[in-house]
């Protein structure tokens, strides 16, 4: 299954739940994604059990930095590094011990300068290896007031993906080495000795000393190169000193890259690295970027703080993506697009990628979290915000409608299991903080958010986001603290409603019925926890503050009323609906919740599938409750699949595509039993005509999302045994193999199946 982030290295080192039976992920977004990405939910102690910890203690703040001048001398042959640390600190109290975060790094001096003062030397560096700090003991007290902390370190340049690592490439034929870092989560503490955590803010001036013909990257740009006094083969370059910015954000690059470069209308040099020889599939993430600066410079009403920013593809990475500041890395599949041979799904993803990360160099770096506890809100805002910039750049992706599939219904999915979990917990040593980069605070995060920005109002919500930034930048921030200028800029309970959507896990589902007086429809709405495995009888089911938005018939896409459910149920008037006029809840399929219609709710809702007049988003969001449900036992899936002749003449690809994974889901659970070839020959019937429609070869004029759904329809009737489209795909796959007619990128995917 794939699913969201390739955290996968981290995370398969961490204890999982069973994996849960959610939907296939998506051919939409994912197709290109052959690794698994993230664990789906992630694991939570109390399944299993756990040795007992010792409380976690943040860092005491008696010595705090204000300036981390660093030099890091990396050795790429002997995978070791020299650092040294020159850090001007504050004394809060008088003391006579500094701790800070150190893992793997190998203290060989180090001494405090009280500002004026004599160096005092410390006598002893005790580590405490679980709790990756070391303490700085020294022989007399430092007084309140400012000094500098001097460290002199080597460490090694690890092979395992985070701190400051080793990825290999090759070169004409040659393995070779670059040198790059990975501090998110808790693991800048493996470069240098620091205060690690995002709420402790400093300044860094950095100076890296690598081989003359590599290239060297930081945050900044470079202000300073020289030739490295002791060794003619190597420079010293020195960037600009950074804002006020967290150590997670810290990165730097040593190695062999090709880049291309633009100016982004707004005034900021963008530059894509590449591979050596690669630099032609810099150009599409190039374009993205440049789009996408100006496009949250307008958003936000802030501009982008640096004057630079350099999106690079690195060979061994861990994660997708990761947004440090004016240093953004990507795993190469995350970041280069070859004009020949990438699919347009490869493009998309490309795309969502850059503007995840580079929304985080606002909703992130600039105004950061107050502790990992909010990271939730720092991911989930730059998984919403991402389609917004995506939808922006390129309309014809039919972005908003792919988020659906890809990421509420998901999150729906998980959500709705017994080991799901709140998408804000509680989170202290830094094995925790791993386990919470998942599914939950990802895709339910972005998909609460949406609901937020549906509920504010794209006006207020930008007023909201304005004044946070403003009143946070270069600070830290929790939640409670966007939420109260969101309270503020619209005056309506932002905290409340959404305190029921992140501090409880699982959401309702909204049970509806409908009877006519007169020319009003009275509908009769109540909500309960939905539940995968089935409707439970909880005396103390917990309720969810739900914006509901309902639309008739008369106008699919219009709202006509409006209710904040807050109760376990309630009635709503609707004045003004012909008997024969359809109501549907939740238009635009915002609303974090699923809908369990009457059976004359649902079957008038039909037509409006058939003649197109509900929309994309609507269909696909009927098509997967509906699933959901029978999944669930709720309703039968004889019913289901009832509906699905109402699909006939559906046109849309995420339709098609969360359509088909669900189909895949009943096909598997059929297969080995006498079902299997009866819902085999359901979805060839269901799928030929369209099949038939877009046939194998793209036609002129055709756009991106013809390009996925021809895609997605012959993979599926192949998958089905659909013997002319088997016979023709061998036909094709031998001609390509023999090199007479090579396949389009758009269809290989769907062959290699
Ligand atoms: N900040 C994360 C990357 C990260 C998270 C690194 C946790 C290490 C630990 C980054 O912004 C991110 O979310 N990356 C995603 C891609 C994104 C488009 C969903 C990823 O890595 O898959
Ligand atoms: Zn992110």
């Given at each position: 299954m794939s699913c969201r982030v390739s955290l996968s290295v981290i995370r398969l080192a961490l204890p999982r739940?069973?994996?849960?039976?959610?939907?296939?992920?998506?051919?939409?977004?994912?197709?290109?994604?052959?690794?698994?990405?993230?664990?789906?939910?992630?694991?939570?102690?109390?399944?299993?059990?756990?040795?007992?910890?010792?409380?976690?203690?943040?860092?005491?703040?008696?010595?705090?930095?204000?300036?981390?001048?660093?030099?890091?001398?990396?050795?790429?042959?002997?995978?070791?590094?020299?650092?040294?640390?020159?850090?001007?600190?504050?004394?809060?109290?008088?003391?006579?011990?500094?701790?800070?975060?150190?893992?793997?790094?190998?203290?060989?001096?180090?001494?405090?300068?009280?500002?004026?003062?004599?160096?005092?030397?410390?006598?002893?560096?005790?580590?405490?290896?679980?709790?990756?700090?070391v303490t700085l003991c020294f022989p007399s007290?430092?007084?309140?007031?400012?000094?500098?902390?001097?460290?002199?370190f080597v460490g090694e340049l690890n092979d395992k993906m985070k701190g400051f690592y080793r990825s290999k490439y090759s070169s004409s034929g040659e393995v070779r080495y670059a040198a790059v870092t990975q501090f998110e989560a808790t693991d800048a503490r493996r470069a240098f000795p620091c205060w690690d955590e995002p709420a402790i803010k400093a300044t860094f001036d950095i100076?890296?000393?690598?081989?003359?013909?590599?290239?060297?990257?930081?945050?900044?740009?470079?202000?300073?190169?020289?030739?490295?006094?002791e060794d003619q083969s190597l420079v010293e370059v020195k960037f600009a000193t950074t804002p006020i910015m967290s150590t997670y954000l810290v990165a730097f690059v040593i190695g062999e890259y090709d880049f291309v470069e633009s100016q982004s209308s707004d005034g900021v040099?963008?530059?894509?690295?590449?591979?050596?020889?690669?630099?032609?599939?810099?150009?599409?993430?190039?374009?993205?970027?440049?789009k996408t600066l100006p496009f949250y410079k307008d958003y936000f009403s802030v501009p982008y703080p640096l004057p630079k920013i350099d999106l690079i593809a690195i060979a061994d990475f861990a994660a997708g993506a990761m947004e440090n500041w004016g240093l953004v890395t990507y795993?190469?599949?995350a970041?280069?697009?070859?004009?020949?041979?990438?699919?347009?799904?490869?493009?998309?993803?490309?795309?969502?990628?850059?503007?995840?990360?580079?929304?985080h160099q606002w909703f992130g770096n600039l105004v950061t979290m107050e502790w990992w506890t909010h990271l939730w809100l720092n991911e989930g805002f730059a998984s919403w915000i991402e389609y917004l910039c995506v939808d922006h750049c390129f309309p014809e992706y039919d972005i908003w409608t792919q988020f659906v599939s890809a990421d509420y219904t998901r999150a729906l999915d998980l959500d709705a299991l017994d080991n799901s979990h709140p998408i804000e917990v509680d989170v202290g040593h830094p094995s925790e903080v791993d386990e919470i980069f998942d599914a939950i605070s990802y895709s339910k995060g972005a998909s609460v958010i949406r609901m937020l920005h549906n509920y504010i109002g794209d006006e207020d919500f930008r007023k909201g986001m304005n004044a946070y930034l403003l009143k946070f930048q270069h600070k830290n921030a929790s939640t409670e603290d966007l939420w109260e200028c969101l309270e503020q800029a619209s005056g309506k309970p932002i905290a409340a409603v959404m305190n029921s959507w992140t501090k409880q896990m699982g959401f309702p589902i909204i049970v509806v019925d409908q009877e006519q007086h007169g020319?009003?429809?009275?509908?009769?709405?109540?909500?309960?926890?939905?539940?995968?495995?089935?409707?439970?009888?909880?005396?103390?089911?917990?309720?969810?503050?739900?914006?509901?938005?309902?639309?008739?018939?008369?106008?699919?896409?219009?709202?006509?009323?409006?209710?904040?459910?807050?109760?376990?149920?309630?009635?709503?008037?609707?004045?003004?609906?012909?008997?024969?006029?359809?109501?549907?809840?939740?238009?635009?399929?915002?609303?974090?919740?699923?809908?369990?219609?009457?059976?004359?709710?649902?079957?008038?809702?039909?037509?409006?599938?058939?003649?197109?007049?509900?929309?994309?988003?609507?269909?696909?969001?009927?098509?997967?409750?509906?699933?959901?449900?029978?999944?669930?036992?709720?309703?039968?899936?004889?019913?289901?699949?009832?509906?699905?002749e109402a699909f006939v003449n559906e046109p849309n690809y995420t339709v098609w595509s969360d359509l088909?994974?669900?189909?895949?889901?009943?096909?598997?659970?059929?297969?080995?039993?006498?079902?299997?070839?009866?819902?085999?020959?359901?979805?060839?019937?269901?799928?030929?005509?369209?099949?038939?429609?877009?046939?194998?070869?793209?036609?002129?004029?055709?756009?991106?999302?013809?390009?996925?759904l021809r895609g997605l329809v012959l993979g599926k009737l192949g998958k089905a045994g659909h013997k002319a489209t088997l016979e023709e795909a061998r036909r094709r796959f031998r001609e390509h193999v023999e090199g007479k007619q090579i396949l389009s990128a758009d269809l290989r995917s769907p062959f290699l199946m």
């Open positions: 739940n069973p994996t849960p039976i959610a939907k296939p992920v998506s051919l939409t977004l994912r197709a290109s994604r052959l690794l698994v990405r993230f664990n789906s939910v992630s694991s939570v102690s109390t399944l299993f059990s756990m040795p007992e910890r010792r409380p976690f203690v943040r860092l005491p703040t008696d010595v705090y930095p204000v300036n981390y001048g660093l030099r890091l001398k990396p050795d790429l042959v002997d995978f070791t590094f020299e650092g040294k640390l020159e850090a001007a600190v504050e004394v809060t109290q008088g003391t006579n011990q500094i701790v800070m975060n150190c893992a793997d790094i190998d203290i060989i001096t180090a001494s405090f300068v009280p500002d004026g003062g004599e160096e005092i030397n410390a006598t002893g560096f005790n580590y405490q290896n679980e709790d990756e700090k007290t430092l007084q309140k007031g400012s000094g500098s902390l001097k460290i002199d100076t890296l000393i690598v081989p003359k013909d590599r290239v060297a990257l930081s945050n900044m740009n470079v202000v300073d190169r020289k030739p490295y006094a040099t963008v530059r894509v690295y590449t591979p050596v020889g690669k630099a032609e599939q810099g150009k599409f993430a190039l374009e993205v970027a440049t795993r190469e599949t970041l280069l697009i070859d004009p020949k041979n990438s699919c347009a799904s490869s493009r998309q993803w490309v795309a969502l990628v850059v503007g995840h990360e580079l929304a020319s009003d429809r009275v509908l009769k709405i109540s909500q309960k926890k939905f539940c995968a495995s089935g409707p439970r009888n909880d005396e103390d089911c917990p309720n969810w503050m739900v914006p509901i938005s309902i639309c008739t018939s008369e106008d699919p896409s219009c709202t006509k009323t409006k209710i904040l459910l807050d109760q376990p149920e309630t009635t709503v008037n609707i004045t003004n609906v012909a008997p024969d006029h359809w109501i549907k809840i939740n238009p635009g399929t915002v609303g974090f919740y699923r809908i369990q219609y009457s059976s004359a709710m649902l079957e008038s809702l039909l037509p409006g599938i058939r003649d197109l007049t509900l929309l994309p988003v609507d269909r696909l969001g009927l098509q997967n409750d509906l699933f959901s449900l029978a999944r669930a036992g709720m309703i039968s899936t004889v019913e289901v699949l009832k509906v699905m088909s994974c669900n189909l895949g889901v009943l096909s598997s659970l059929l297969s080995h039993t006498d079902f299997h070839e009866d819902i085999q020959e359901f979805i060839r019937d269901l799928f030929t005509p369209i099949g038939m429609k877009l046939g194998w070869d793209s036609r002129t004029g055709e756009g991106h999302l013809d390009a996925l």
